[in-house]
């Protein structure tokens, strides 16, 4: 199949059967994590930068894995220790990094849509790897892609977003692209933390907890941002952990297969009880397990086959 | 103009050439001992299958079947436009084993080179042996079929097709101009 796209800046941009194609791309990659030389020569002299203004361990330590083992040349920069603190704008450093002749920049950065900004004057190819409050495309399908290994497909699946919606990029692209795939996507957070119109985005937003929970087969758990909004928009940790935090007990509402998700770091006895965070019915490091798959599959992607422009 | 397409096998031509080379690979190797065949996606792995259940006929033996992709190990990232990829299934150790590759055409040569790269990725095989359907010529490596089903001189722009039935059995195999 082709791939047309340049660069992968949000699930916006894919339709259902691309977003397939990249699964499956994904499941052909994920075996070689597995073996004991864990190297295939796919993007050999490839050079790919990844321009982390935002810390991450796990998400950047991914990229890095997924690219080094596609036998791509990979670079860190971080924004602590780049030119940035001394003033250079973002195009200005981006500009800088693109005269050394990368062939991918894997950007995470604090400004929605700075990645959609850099893809449109760069020639390299752009990987949004989180972008402020808008999308983190690579997340969401390593989401879409530990629930297909569990569940056999995603169409028709009840899946449960529950915490801060207002300041989640993960729950965003997860909203695109699980309903691009066929799921039932149901919301629930604290009202603070409800984004006005969230039905235009495709999902039904419960009333309670209880009722997002009700028959759900997947429950994704998001992370309350306890260094930025988790101090302002609650009125306390233990009346969130009471009213949104997921624990044995209101974990028996979902179905009895039911898979728990959290995009990690998580919050133990916030969002979270560490009965299900380490209970039979998490996935959280199958999540991280394929998000190397996940990646190699982007890299992979967006550095093969002719391409069009894309405005 | 529309294309022209000639028969070369029919369907059992190509099991008296698959019965053939069974036996071949028996004869050559001395029996099943340490043997595997790894089939290329995609017809490779058919093939592989239908000798996999011929040295069983003959010998009586399952020997170990794998699969594998090469897409990861292809030179032309950049210039072709099908990225699909498929899945390598190995589920056993190739160290010290002698590996059937097969596949169904032999042209270039770059398929198999990308094949043994992969292969050793995985392990070290004592050897590998080529077992190839049909040999069109026009190779830029220098690779060599141990196993030849037919060799069959071709221009560069014409095609060989080898059919299969849904249960992966070949049918055919045919000559397009």
Same mark, same amino acid.
């Given at each position: 199949?082709?791939?047309?796209? *340049?660069?992968? /800046?949000?699930?916006?941009?894919?339709?259902?059967?691309?977003?397939?194609?990249?699964?499956?791309?994904?499941?052909?990659?994920?075996?070689?994590?597995?073996?004991?030389?864990?190297?295939?020569?796919?993007?050999?002299?490839?050079?790919?930068?990844?321009?982390?203004?935002?810390?991450?361990?796990?998400?950047?330590?991914?990229?890095?894995?997924?690219?080094?083992?596609?036998?791509?040349?990979?670079?860190?920069?971080?924004?602590?220790?780049?030119?940035?603190?001394?003033?250079?704008?973002?195009?200005?450093?981006?500009?800088?990094?693109?005269?050394?002749?990368?062939?991918?920049?894997?950007?995470?950065?604090?400004?929605?849509?700075?990645?959609?900004?850099?893809?449109? *004057?760069?020639?390299?190819?752009?990987?949004?790897?989180?972008?402020?409050?808008?999308?983190?495309?690579?997340?969401? /399908?390593?989401?879409?892609?530990?629930?297909?290994?569990?569940?056999?497909?995603?169409?028709? !699946?009840?899946?449960?977003?529950?915490?801060?919606?207002?300041?989640?990029?993960?729950?965003?692209?997860?909203?695109?692209?699980?309903?691009?795939?066929?799921?039932?996507?149901?919301?629930?957070?604290?009202?603070?933390?409800? &984004?006005?119109?969230?039905?235009?985005?495709?999902?039904?937003?419960?009333?309670?907890?209880?009722?997002? !929970?009700?028959?759900?087969?997947?429950?994704?758990?998001?992370?309350?941002?306890?260094?930025?909004?988790?101090?302002?928009?609650? &009125?306390?940790?233990?009346?969130?952990?009471?009213?949104?935090?997921?624990?044995?007990?209101?974990?028996?509402?979902?179905? &009895?297969?039911?898979?728990?998700?959290?995009?990690? &770091?998580?919050?133990?006895?916030?969002?979270?009880?560490?009965?299900?965070?380490?209970?039979?019915?998490?996935?959280?490091?199958?999540?991280?397990?394929?998000?190397?798959?996940?990646?190699?599959?982007?890299?992979?992607?967006?550095?093969?086959?002719?391409?069009?422009?894309?405005? | 103009?529309?294309?022209?397409?000639?028969?070369?096998?029919?369907?059992?031509?190509?099991?008296?050439?698959?019965?053939?080379?069974?036996?071949?690979?028996?004869?050559?190797?001395?029996?099943?001992?340490?043997?595997?065949?790894?089939?290329?996606?995609?017809?490779?792995?058919?093939?592989?299958?239908?000798?996999?259940?011929?040295?069983?006929?003959?010998?009586?033996?399952?020997?170990?079947?794998?699969?594998?992709?090469?897409?990861?190990?292809?030179?032309?990232?950049?210039?072709?436009?099908?990225?699909?990829?498929?899945?390598?299934?190995?589920?056993?150790?190739?160290?010290?084993?002698?590996?059937?590759?097969?596949?169904?055409?032999?042209?270039?040569?770059?398929?198999?080179?990308?094949?043994?790269?992969?292969?050793?990725?995985?392990?070290?095989?004592?050897?590998?042996?080529?077992?190839?359907?049909?040999?069109?010529?026009?190779?830029?490596?220098?690779?060599?079929?141990?196993?030849?089903?037919?060799?069959?001189?071709?221009?560069?722009?014409?095609?060989?097709?080898?059919?299969?039935?849904?249960?992966?059995?070949?049918?055919?195999?045919?000559?397009?101009?």
């Amino acid at each position: 199949m082709n791939f047309p796209h *340049r660069h992968v /800046l949000g699930i916006k941009q894919f339709n259902a059967e691309e977003l397939s194609f990249i699964l499956d791309t994904a499941e052909s990659f994920k075996e070689i994590n597995t073996r004991s030389i864990k190297k295939v020569p796919t993007l050999r002299g490839k050079t790919i930068i990844n321009l982390f203004f935002e810390a991450s361990t796990r998400t950047r330590t991914s990229f890095e894995i997924a690219g080094k083992r596609l036998s791509a040349d990979t670079v860190n920069i971080s924004g602590s220790s780049s030119s940035v603190v001394k003033g250079e704008t973002l195009e200005d450093t981006a500009r800088n990094i693109e005269s050394m002749h990368p062939d991918i920049i894997v950007m995470r950065h604090s400004a929605s849509g700075s990645c959609d900004y850099l893809a449109a *004057r760069l020639n390299c190819a752009v990987v949004n790897a989180g972008d402020g409050t808008h999308e983190h495309p690579s997340q969401a /399908l390593l989401d879409a892609f530990t629930i297909r290994q569990h569940k056999g497909s995603i169409a028709g !699946l009840k899946v449960a977003i529950i915490g801060d919606i207002t300041h989640s990029r993960v729950v965003r692209s997860n909203i695109d692209c699980l309903n691009k795939l066929g799921a039932d996507v149901v919301i629930s957070g604290p009202k603070t933390m409800l &984004p006005p119109g969230l039905e235009r985005l495709g999902c039904q937003v419960a009333a309670n907890l209880t009722e997002a !929970l009700k028959d759900a087969d997947v429950v994704m758990m998001l992370r309350i941002q306890l260094e930025r909004q988790g101090k302002t928009l609650l &009125p306390s940790l233990r009346e969130y952990s009471r009213y949104f935090g997921l624990n044995e007990t209101n974990l028996k509402l979902a179905k &009895p297969d039911a898979i728990v998700m959290h995009p990690g &770091p998580m919050n133990r006895g916030v969002e979270i009880s560490t009965a299900v965070a380490d209970g039979p019915q998490n996935v959280i490091l199958d999540q991280v397990e394929n998000g190397v798959a996940v990646r190699m599959a982007l890299l992979y992607l967006a550095a093969g086959g002719e391409k069009i422009t894309e405005d | 103009m529309a294309s022209e397409i000639t028969e070369i096998l029919d369907s059992s031509s190509v099991q008296r050439a698959l019965t053939r080379i069974a036996h071949e690979i028996l004869e050559h190797n001395k029996g099943t001992e340490d043997l595997v065949l790894i089939g290329i996606r995609t017809g490779g792995d058919y093939l592989a299958a239908q000798l996999h259940q011929k040295i069983a006929e003959i010998e009586g033996v399952k020997v170990p079947l794998g699969t594998i992709d090469i897409t990861m190990y292809r030179d032309d990232l950049g210039t072709r436009n099908d990225l699909a990829m498929g899945q390598t299934d190995i589920r056993f150790p190739l160290g010290d084993r002698k590996v059937i590759l097969v596949d169904d055409v032999l042209f270039t040569g770059r398929t198999i080179r990308a094949a043994m790269d992969a292969l050793i990725d995985l392990g070290r095989p004592r050897n590998i042996q080529l077992a190839i359907l049909i040999d069109r010529g026009h190779r830029e490596l220098p690779i060599r079929p141990d196993y030849i089903g037919r060799n069959l001189p071709t221009a560069r722009n014409e095609q060989i097709e080898v059919e299969f039935d849904p249960q992966h059995v070949p049918v055919s195999v045919s000559l397009i101009k």
